[in-house]
């Protein structure tokens, strides 16, 4: 089925501790894994993708990391603020037309 | 400069009513998408238009009804409001469907049924 699974549901860390939220996929077809971070009244915002032609991305603090073979990918937040509280979401393609959403790990950095 | 916007941000009806909720894109993309989010913030897709043709309707109830009058609008009306209809609405558009490039998501519509 098209489903993708996310945790964990919440992370507590302490302000510049890592956070890690792992997710899995069942479409092998999938190349293009979104992660999207939402604060409270907002919309999804992207902050980093990969695709299937790599299998590691850096943006700053943040890093993605993709397994293909076990259809595993993985976010990464080092040192992270208060302002990284927040809920984050993995996604990926299916059939080439449609995102799913991972469940949602809701993140709280506390100082 | 919004890229995406919907209207209106908050919505409380009572359960029987008809009501819409519009969505427009100035980003110049061809693919939109209706999402329901719940309480438990799962993001669930509805449905997704290109070029104003409906592509994707994911078993959603007939009393919801998309309309794309040209490929920057989609709105979303629904009839005979239920109390599980009570959600928030997002409404996203990417660059075109199948190039898995970055969706856009507006603010969302908080919608209450009472």
């Known amino acids: 089925g098209e489903n993708v699974e996310q945790h964990p549901s919440t992370l507590s860390v302490q302000e510049g501790d890592s956070a890690v939220i792992k997710c899995t996929y069942s479409d092998s077809a999938s190349n293009y894994f979104p992660w999207y971070k939402q604060e409270l009244g907002k919309g999804p915002q992207l902050i980093i993708d990969?695709?299937?032609?790599?299998g590691e991305k850096k943006d700053q603090r943040i890093a993605v990391t993709l397994n293909k073979t076990a259809k595993h990918f993985s976010l990464h937040i080092t040192e992270t603020q208060p302002e990284d509280s927040a809920v984050y979401f993995c996604?990926?393609?299916?059939?080439?037309?449609?995102?799913?959403f991972g469940t949602g790990t809701r993140l709280q950095v506390f100082p | 400069d919004t890229a995406v916007s919907q209207t209106p941000k908050y919505l409380v009806t009572q359960m029987g009513n008809d009501k819409s909720i519009k969505c427009e894109q100035n980003l110049g993309h061809d693919t939109m998408y209706w999402y329901k989010q719940d309480s438990k913030k799962f993001l669930k897709i509805m449905f997704s238009y290109n070029n104003k043709e409906l592509i994707i309707n994911e078993t959603v109830p007939n009393r919801f009804s998309p309309k794309s009058p040209d490929k920057a609008h989609l709105n979303l009306h629904i009839n005979s409001l239920e109390l599980g209809d009570s959600a928030v609405y997002f409404c996203?558009?990417?660059?075109?469907?199948?190039?898995?490039?970055?969706?856009?998501f507006g603010q969302g519509t908080r919608l209450t049924v009472v």
């Open positions: 990969i695709r299937s032609n790599v």
């Open positions: 996203a558009s990417s660059q075109m469907l199948g190039g898995q490039t970055e969706a856009f």
């Open positions: 996604a990926a393609f299916y059939n080439t037309d449609k995102l799913i």
